[in-house]
């Protein structure tokens, strides 16, 4: 079974804070997505990361994919109370067309 | 409208009772998948339909659970002879690139309350 862990679980940090949450795995991921979820909306993709080693970033957002692709890593830049919301990561599972998500990291901006 | 539409939103009902949710994806996406997602918990896959292929069931936690997707639309998730245990919030999502995983577009989610 492929498993993907986040941490931290929760992180609640000040207005204009950098942080970094993980996502990792003991298994091999082909590529792996990043999603934020709002209260009371469903997950919406950031970014899928499929190279290892690569590095993409969205504004104030980067995502890293680690070199042997078993482990990513999210950085964001001067936290606003905007990017408040539980992460998400999500790889497929190997065999069959689901996709695994973590049990994400619930991040709190204070403003 | 132009995202994955989901009915009911809210749902409560009384232990034992049966309940169906309904999901309208998103017009030309082949792919529909239902999720299920626990307090504290990530999104735990329940079932994937794509275009005419028999569906990946093996998600689905019981037999109590069963789903349909009819004329390659719109799909419902029946849960049967509810328990507590079901209380969650249940998840459609539909994509367009078939056998490749790509993005998948949410909808907002059913919440179910088991009494």
């Known amino acids: 079974t492929q498993l993907l862990e986040q941490s931290p679980q929760f992180l609640s940090i000040q207005e204009g804070e950098n942080l970094t949450v993980y996502c990792n795995s003991s298994s091999v991921f082909s590529s792996l997505q990043w999603y934020r979820q709002e209260p009371g909306e469903g997950p919406v993709l950031l970014v899928t990361?499929?190279?290892?080693?690569e590095v993409k970033k969205l504004k104030r957002l980067t995502f890293q994919f680690g070199d042997a692709r078993k482990d990513s890593s999210l950085h964001i830049t001067a936290a606003q109370p905007g990017d408040t919301g539980l992460y998400l990561c999500?790889?497929?599972?190997?065999?069959?067309?689901?996709?695994?998500f973590g049990k994400g990291t619930k991040l709190s901006v204070i403003p | 409208g132009a995202g994955v539409s989901q009915s009911p939103s809210n749902k409560v009902t009384e232990k034992g009772k049966d309940v169906e949710l309904r999901c309208d994806p998103i017009s030309g996406h082949t792919a529909l998948y239902w999720y299920r997602q626990s307090l504290g918990q990530g999104l735990e896959f329940l079932i994937y339909?794509?275009?005419?292929?028999?569906?990946?069931k093996s998600g689905l936690p019981s037999d109590r659970f069963s789903a349909e997707r009819t004329g390659g639309s719109v799909s419902t998730l029946t849960i049967q002879r509810t328990q507590q245990e079901d209380s969650a919030v249940y998840l459609c999502?539909?994509?367009?690139?078939?056998?490749?995983?790509?993005?998948?577009?949410f909808g907002e989610g059913s919440r179910l309350t088991v009494l």
């Open positions: 339909f794509q275009g005419n292929s028999a569906p990946d």
């Open positions: 990361v499929v190279t290892g080693g």
């Open positions: 999502a539909s994509s367009s690139l078939g056998l490749n995983t790509g993005e998948l577009f």
């Open positions: 999500a790889g497929p599972t190997a065999g069959s067309y689901q996709l695994t």
